[in-house]
């Protein structure tokens, strides 16, 4: 079966600090990943997303970085966090038994102080 | 663009209540439709979907049928329970002029809070 984690679950991050959050796929080869993110009022922005190793597309330009080393791996980043990067992180997969429909991780809580 | 536009919320109601949550949408082409719902401090889990116009999605006692002609896909669930207390999602997916990426446009959510 198809599954998806990130990690971690939650961090706190002081401002100007880095920031690795990462995803994993299991079950499926070369997924559609996606990178989003949901501030505080619930919106649902997507940031980046991948439909190969190393490439990467981004949605909106900000903050942070996505990487794709692996097939199945995908990672946010930042160099130097701002406040206004806090939320809730959601990787996301499509995958080739997945059909049209897209599935979501467990999610990622930023506060950044 | 793509473009979604949910009834405003939050919504609340007593148990065993009817439950509409009305979603709308602006699209080219034939977009895939969904609902996602998060329980509090927990991911985005699918609730149900349809892929052409004129199917109907139903997950947990949830329905939503695709509305081609009046561009809608509302929810509905008969008798609602404590348990589906929730910040509910509508979203379409279009693969339109062969975008292979096909990102989700979502609504901006929904809050549902049911009373015993």
């Known amino acids: 079966s198809q599954t998806i984690h990130q990690w971690p679950a939650t961090l706190v991050q002081p401002v100007g600090s880095p920031l690795s959050l990462e995803c994993t796929v299991e079950?499926?080869?070369?997924?559609?990943l996606y990178w989003y993110r949901q501030a505080a009022g619930r919106g649902l922005q997507l940031l980046f997303y991948s439909v190969g190793i190393g490439q990467i597309s981004s949605e909106v330009p900000q903050n942070l970085s996505a990487s794709r080393p692996q097939d199945r791996q995908f990672i946010l980043s930042s160099k130097k966090l701002l406040l206004s990067d806090s939320g809730f992180y959601l990787c996301a997969y499509q995958g080739a038994l997945t059909g049209n429909t897209i599935y979501f991780g467990e999610g990622s809580w930023l506060t950044v102080v | 663009g793509d473009s979604v536009t949910q009834m405003e919320g939050p919504v609340t109601l007593s148990e065993e209540a009817f439950l509409t949550i009305n979603c709308t949408y602006t699209a080219t082409g034939y977009p895939s439709l969904f609902w996602y719902v998060q329980y509090p401090g927990e991911g985005l889990q699918l609730l149900l979907k349809a892929t052409k116009a004129d199917d109907k999605g139903s997950n947990k006692g949830f329905e939503a049928t695709y509305r081609k002609e009046t561009t809608s896909f509302h929810l509905e669930k008969g008798s609602v329970q404590v348990s589906d207390s929730a910040v509910y999602f509508c979203a379409l997916r279009n693969l339109a002029g062969g975008t292979s990426y096909g990102k989700l446009t979502f609504g901006q959510g929904t809050i549902l809070t049911v009373h015993p």
């Open positions: 079950g499926t080869s070369n997924p559609n």
